[in-house]
Nanobody, 118 residues
């Protein structure tokens, strides 16, 4: 059974940091491109960051470049999103996604809430 379980969300003050984790099981994690998306209330889901299967290449949305870092641990089937200098605009539900490029298989986690507020 495929599972993606996000954790690490919560309430943080502006300027603070959080690290999200996404633990994967039920598929060959090391073959999949992993991504973090977010969806704020009333808005469409948007791509935040992605990382290739080996971790050799990462991409970021312009709004988070220089503040967020995506990484992965293929030995432990986990992808991370370190978020620094958080802003109120970063408030959203954060989802991880796994995608097997060749076959098109796509899996989503259930999301974790991040709230940046005083």
């Amino acid at each position: 059974q495929v599972q993606l379980v996000e954790s690490g969300g919560g309430l943080v003050q502006p300027g603070g940091s959080l690290r999200l984790s996404c633990a994967a099981s039920g598929f060959t994690f090391s073959r999949y491109v992993m991504s973090w998306y977010r969806q704020a209330a009333g808005k469409e889901r948007e791509l935040v960051a992605s990382i290739t299967s080996t971790g050799g290449t990462t991409n970021y949305a312009d709004s988070v470049k220089g503040r967020f870092t995506i990484s992965r641990d293929n030995a432990n089937n986990t992808v991370y999103l370190k978020m620094n200098s958080l802003k109120p605009d970063d408030t959203a539900v954060y989802f991880c996604k796994a995608r097997l490029v060749a076959a098109g298989n796509t899996y989503w986690g259930q999301g974790t809430q991040v709230t940046v507020s005083t």
